[in-house]
């Protein structure tokens, strides 16, 4: 029997209500930290086409790296195994932009998910399409439907002029051969694909497509043959949260990806995927209320891939 989730969706939205002036917002990115992180949105899209939101579902946030997400799905489904050579499949356990590890295994990023591996996409990206994040903005307008799904250039431009770290990761990799274009044209593509916007209800609908094996639930599109879409899932899982996929795992169970505008994307593989916007972020960069809403949602609904 399906769960109730008009009324778990309210419960959720009254229990996290004390939690939302705990995070807090990224700074690192100025234009982000104008966002208050009183904003709570979540948003359920169930296969069968019947959706339940609430609070601020219909408003549009940052997706940064929410994004690396889409990026990493159309690499995939255009180059196959092919992208492994150039990036790895395991969790780093180092937070996403660290440049620790780069440096001891070579310039070859630990997964996509982190800023090196998103890096690396991009640049694959670029060796097939004129702009790589033009193409990750069509493909999100692809699996959501939405043709106004757009870049915010105020967000893009203020990570660019302070995107310092992501500089220097790109350099590393550049040094080690891992980067094929100028470093400038992919921190630039990667800064604006970062800077895509969405609202709640568009991100549980763009997610329909790793929750139904591969093929967009509401077109029959099929993006993914079920066994990539199946690895992406397990990606999500060990790696999609940053150095907090076993935390993330312990306490909500689903394979996810979250972004530092404070945007987390879950699925329920086969039933459902589900997004949550809160703003304010806990130390490892993941939304504070939007972990725990979710850690509520796979409680109050038994729903969970263990
Ligand atoms: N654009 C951000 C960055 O590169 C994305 C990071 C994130 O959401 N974790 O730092």
């Keep these: 029997m399906q769960p109730d989730y008009a009324a778990i969706l309210q419960t959720i939205f009254a229990e996290v209500q004390p939690l939302l002036s705990q995070g807090k917002v990224a700074s690192y990115i100025p234009e982000l ?112 439907g939405e043709p106004t799904i757009d870049f915010d250039m105020a ?60 093929s967009v639930p509401w077109s029959g599109q099929r993006i993914l043959d079920a066994s990539s879409s199946k690895r992406l899932n397990a990606l999500m899982l060990t790696c999609g949260t940053y150095d907090a996929a076993g935390d993330f795992a312990y306490r909500v169970g689903l394979p996810a990806k979250s972004g530092v505008g404070g945007g987390i994307l ?7 995927a589900v997004a949550v916007w809160s703003p304010g972020l806990d130390a490892t960069g993941n939304s504070l209320a939007g972990t725990y809403a979710l850690e509520r949602f796979t409680t109050l609904t038994a729903r969970s891939i263990f």
């Design 33 to 144: 930290s104008k966002v208050s992180t009183q904003h709570f949105g979540m948003a359920v899209y169930c296969l069968d086409g019947s959706t339940y939101s609430i609070g601020d579902s219909q408003q549009k946030f940052s997706l940064q790296s929410v994004t690396k997400l889409f990026a990493l799905a159309l690499a995939f489904s255009r180059e196959g195994d092919a992208i492994w050579e150039r990036v790895g499949r395991e969790p780093s356990g180092n937070p996403f932009n660290s440049l620790v590890q780069l440096e001891y295994e070579r310039g070859k990023p630990r997964n996509p998910f982190i800023n090196a591996g998103a890096l690396v996409i991009a640049d694959i990206l670029s060796a097939r399409f004129v702009q790589s994040d033009i193409a990750v903005q069509q493909f999100a307008r692809t699996i959501s």
């Design 266 to 272: 879950a699925l329920v593989p086969g039933e459902l």
């Design 155 to 214: 967000v893009a431009q203020s990570e660019r002029q302070t995107a310092h770290r992501n500089y220097a990761i790109a350099h590393l990799m550049k040094d080690f051969g891992n980067l094929h274009n100028p470093v400038k044209t992919v921190i630039d593509s990667y800064c604006r694909q970062c800077s895509l916007t969405m609202t709640c209800a568009e991100l549980a609908k763009a997610g329909g497509f790793l929750a139904n094996h591969g």
